[in-house]
């Protein structure tokens, strides 16, 4: 396959320069997967010849994208919680790209949901509308850093691109590439679905620096699928808002409110009773607009 042969080039080339090795490439670069690339490499291609190559920083520097502002390359965890305490800068700028249409839309479909609070919660990312099986596109090149099924986001990708953001591809139906794999902007890696914590097919799309979570919209016209600007600059208070944003959705996550269903009661009619939008009601729900309310029943209606 296309992206196996790519993937074991990379590793051909980690594995010669170093990057990857037994005793300190593993714990170093990454969690359970890392392990388990460098183990189907030495049983089918390398035999019992293996290098005693010896890992060091600077070829790291090298091959994986932004390892001088990560130092770490974790293929297991999804984020680290204490990434943007490493961001010592006033000012960071990234280069996006060299012209506006450098950057590919993951997906065809509107956006059905934007970053920020949303029913009380913070919501880190956007919502793209696509069907099951349509192909999900990285939207810049980069590498594959996570490419497995996670509780909350289903099949999740996540590619470290060579500015130092990364992307985040949620509710995948299938995996198509894996942690390590070399990626152009536009190459597909997965197609779209329904998995993980999910009402209805959908993208949710997130861009992150240092783990923390970014609003797309400042780096992508959503709509036209261009760049924002060429550049994008970070600075401390992009991450006191992130900050601000997560405590605001702490206090208010307690606060859901619930209706419990009375004889007489729809969706409709309780749609406008509340004000929220009968799509909205069924998501929250996890339920069909053509679903038989039974009395007694609780719904969430904020
Ligand atoms: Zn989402």
Known sequence: MHSTSRRNTLIACLLSSGVLCAQTGTADIGGPEGLDLFEELTESTL???????????????????GYDMYCHWNTDVLFDRLGAARFD????????GTHECDIMMPCEGKLTSPYGMRRGRM???????????????SAFSGMVRIAKYNKTFGNVVVVRHYNGLETVYA?????????????EAGDTIGLGGNTGRSYGSHLHFEVRFLDQPIDPALV??????SLRALNF????????????AKAASRTTSTTRKYHVIRR???LYALSRRYGVKVSDLCRINGISERATLSIGQRLRYD
């Open 123 to 137: 919501h880190y990312g956007v919502d793209l509308d696509l069907e099951t099986g349509d192909p999900v596109m």
């Open 47 to 65: 035999g019992s010849d293996l290098p005693t190559a010896v890992w060091d920083v600077n070829d790291s520097l090298t091959f994986i994208p």
């Open 171 to 183: 509710h995948l139906s299938k995996l198509m590439v894996a942690p390590g794999g070399l990626i």
């Open 264 to 266: 007489g009661d729809t």
């Open 89 to 96: 800068h006033d000012t960071l700028r990234l280069q996006l």
């Open 233 to 244: 600059d970070i600075h401390k208070g992009s991450f006191a808002a992130i900050a601000a």
């Open 220 to 225: 992508v016209d959503i709509e036209n699928g």
